[in-house]
T-cell receptor, first 115, second 114 residues
Framework: GENVEQHPSTLSVQEGDSAVIKCTYS??????FPWYKQELGKRPQLIID?????GEKKDQRIAVTLNKTAKHFSLHITETQPEDSAVYFC??????????????FGQGTTLQVKP | DAGITQSPRYKITETGRQVTLMCHQT?????MFWYRQDLGHGLRLIYY???????DKGEVPDGYVVSRSKTENFPLTLESATRSQTSVYFC?????????????FGPGTRLTVL
């Protein structure tokens, strides 16, 4: 069935370093890949997304890359700051369930940025 | 965002009781979703709805019932609560189908089943 694997489950970096989170998906027909950030006790919020016709997208310190052939996509955060500490979720659209808006989420990565 | 709200925010109930979690959105989004979030499992889809009166099962539907008589409301009912249903429940909505639109999440309901 449809599946999204996310790694690592936890990631600790020093402030100013870069952080990379990787996801793989199983459905080759998936065409939308959002990333959500969830701060402690809060709701998940979209931080960046990418569609299958684009290989890379940047927004200030965050970027997402997509490799459709390998069916994996990654989130890159540069110059990390303590406020980047949160749980990050990747997701992939589930197009075989047509026109439902469904997303399949990865298991999440807890990012800790040490001052 | 005030556009999607959930109630109650916290609920404690006992095994076997029926519980209904409410979700309301003011954007007239067609698509609505219910997720549960447990440590180590991320966000798992319980039920979703593409429009009023159209609902379908997600990944973990057992023990839950939904309805959608109006576009703006999508209540989730636990017919006979079990301890394994202790979790944080998030409702979400989206304007676009085909998985091409951002899902907006409500603030969540923390449910404890004793």
């Amino acid at each position: 069935g449809e599946n999204v694997e996310q790694h690592p489950s936890t990631l600790s970096v020093q402030e100013g370093d870069s952080a990379v989170i990787k996801c793989t998906y199983s459905d080759s027909a998936s065409n939308y890949f959002p990333w959500y950030k969830q701060e402690l006790g809060k709701r998940p919020q979209l931080i960046i997304d990418i569609r299958s016709n684009v290989g890379e997208k940047k927004d200030q310190r965050i970027a997402v890359t997509l490799n459709k052939t390998a069916k994996h996509f990654s989130l890159h955060i540069t110059e990390t700051q303590p406020e980047d500490s949160a749980v990050y979720f990747c997701a992939a659209s589930a197009p075989r369930s047509s026109n439902t808006g469904k997303l399949i989420f990865g298991q999440g990565t807890t990012l800790q940025v040490k001052p | 965002d005030a556009g999607i709200t959930q109630s109650p925010r916290y609920k404690i109930t006992e095994t076997g009781r029926q519980v209904t979690l409410m979700c309301h959105q003011t954007w007239s989004h067609s698509y609505m979703f219910w997720y549960r979030q447990d440590l180590g499992h991320g966000l798992r889809l319980i039920y979703y709805s593409a429009a009023a009166d159209i609902t379908d099962k997600g990944e973990v539907p057992d023990g839950y019932v939904v309805s959608r008589s109006k576009t703006e409301n999508f209540p989730l009912t636990l017919e006979s609560a079990t301890r394994s249903q202790t979790s944080v429940y998030f409702c979400a909505s989206s304007v676009a189908g085909q998985g091409l639109g951002e899902q907006f999440f409500g603030p969540g309901t923390r449910l404890t089943v004793l």
